[in-house]
């Protein structure tokens, strides 16, 4: 299982391939730079806008055969799709992050802080709704 820190979370159209959606990303401003310069031990994930399909982008490669006379580049990727079932969600949740990725072939770095962020917003939220409500 590959080790990789996550360096963003983008939703896009997965109408269109991954690499014209990666080639997309790395012309805007808000993207390109995050997207252009991922390192060797760091992926982005691509949201469909439907919610129910995660890729996780590695960036492109590139390889050649022994003599260097010809020379391929590679755009590595792995994808889930999330499949509604027996009444479950078909969306994807940020607190399941790291089951999706482990279930692609990666073990995200780092990323335990970001589902704990995300479980205690949601707490709070929760809190919040109910002390609204008990007011009211």
């Known amino acids: 299982m590959e080790r990789r820190h996550l360096r963003a979370i ?3 159209s ?5 690499h014209t959606n990666y080639e997309e990303l790395l012309k805007t401003k808000a993207w390109g730079k995050t997207v252009g310069s991922l390192k060797g031990d ?3 994930m691509l949201v469909a806008t439907m919610q129910n399909q ?3 982008l590695k960036g492109y490669f590139d390889i ?3 003599d260097e006379t010809k020379r391929w580049k590679l755009l590595l990727s792995n994808k889930v799709r999330i499949i509604r079932g027996d ?3 078909n ?4 607190k399941m992050l790291s089951n999706y990725a482990k279930k692609a072939g990666i073990e995200l770095i780092g990323i335990k ?3 704990e962020f995300y479980s205690n917003l949601l707490e709070e939220k929760e809190k919040a709704r109910l002390l609204k409500r008990q007011a009211a």
């Open 10 to 12: 983008i939703t896009v």
């Open 113 to 115: 802080m970001l589902e």
């Open 54 to 56: 995660l890729m996780f």
């Open 42 to 44: 760091e992926c982005i």
């Open 87 to 89: 009444g479950l969600c």
């Open 64 to 66: 050649s055969e022994n």
């Open 91 to 94: 969306n994807w949740e940020p």
């Open 14 to 18: 997965f109408g269109k391939s991954e």
